[in-house]
């Protein structure tokens, strides 16, 4: 086998790759509701993992290297999470009558 | 052709590549808090406007935002092909593929032109050509603001990893990279595959929602 041929696992992620967008394509004509987002979304996170693990060659890095990547990641999770929790409650919590002064 | 040596703050090459790869995922790591302040904000205005959102997300160019997806995807896939045969020498054909995904990033930016000048003349460009009315007139401005912003950030990476992808394929065909030395090349392709994750989450965010009503 020549040096240059692309490996077999790069190849199986390009196609799973281009399989998943087809699949996310097609879920979001469904009549799935609030499944729908749920839906894209987690065919967004499949193929970031793929793109991630394998074409970033982060599933052969060391544990310093995975810590770092994953940083961002973990400070958005916060972020996303507490900023959120916000605006998702709020409907919960009408504003009352202004305090008496 | 002279053996590359190892800066001197660096005990070897290896050392070297880990660190310039650490630091590669130190700046991503940056870039996904700049890229998540704006899906922050797109996600608490699409719970205030949980419709509007859908209505307005429904107006965008499904056809083209896909094409696109699988064009930068692709050029991913090239890109992580370069990296690997680059490193065993066969920098000539590596920066070919290089030179590939580059030209496909060119192609993603002239699809983006389209699509943008569909929506210019559709008024749904805010600021410069915006017409809307009815009770999802706010939140269709709103999503477009985001989507306008979004994607156009994204397109200044684009082009950036265009320039990037051109040079260090000269410098692939030049025979620059080697299992010992390449660092540039391997981090030039992370800076590449990150650019497509983004475009795969603002992919999900701005062409899938309410489709299916």
């Given at each position: 086998m020549k040096r240059w041929y692309p490996p077999r696992v790069l190849v199986f992620s390009w196609a799973g790759l281009l399989a998943l967008l087809a699949l996310t394509v097609f879920g979001a004509y469904q009549p799935l509701g609030a499944f729908n987002t749920a839906l894209a979304l987690t065919i967004a996170v499949c193929k970031a993992l793929i793109v991630v693990s394998i074409f970033m060659e982060l599933r052969e890095r060391n544990a310093l290297t995975i810590a770092f990547a994953s940083a961002g990641f973990f400070w958005l999770a916060i972020m996303l999470w507490l900023a959120l929790a916000d605006f998702v409650t709020r409907p919960n919590f009408p504003p009352g009558p202004p305090p008496l002064t | 052709m002279h053996e590359p040596q190892p800066a001197m703050?660096?005990?070897?090459l290896r050392q070297q590549n880990d660190v310039a790869q650490l630091g590669m995922w130190v700046f991503l790591a940056t870039e996904v808090l700049f890229f998540g302040g704006l899906i922050l904000a797109y996600s608490a205005y699409r719970i205030g406007y949980s419709s509007g959102f859908a209505q307005a997300a429904a107006r965008t160019e499904i056809a083209i935002g896909t094409a696109n997806t699988a064009v930068l995807l692709t050029s991913s896939f090239l890109v992580a092909w370069a990296v690997l045969i680059a490193r065993q020498r066969e920098g000539r054909i590596a920066g070919l593929l290089l030179w590939g995904a580059a030209l496909l990033g060119l192609v993603f930016l002239a699809l983006k032109g389209i699509e943008y000048s569909i929506e210019y003349r559709a008024h749904l460009l805010p600021g410069l050509s915006f017409a809307a009315s009815g009770p999802q007139a706010q939140a269709t401005h709103l999503f477009f603001a985001f989507y306008f912003i979004a994607t156009g950030l994204h397109a200044v990476h684009v082009a950036v990893g265009i320039v990037v992808l051109v040079v260090i394929g000269i410098r692939a065909r030049q025979g620059a990279y080697s299992e010992r030395y390449h660092a540039p090349i391997t981090v030039a392709g992370l800076y590449w595959h990150f650019v497509d994750v983004v475009w795969i989450f603002l992919f999900a965010l701005i062409y899938l929602p309410g489709r299916s009503s």
């Open positions: - | 703050q660096f005990v070897d």
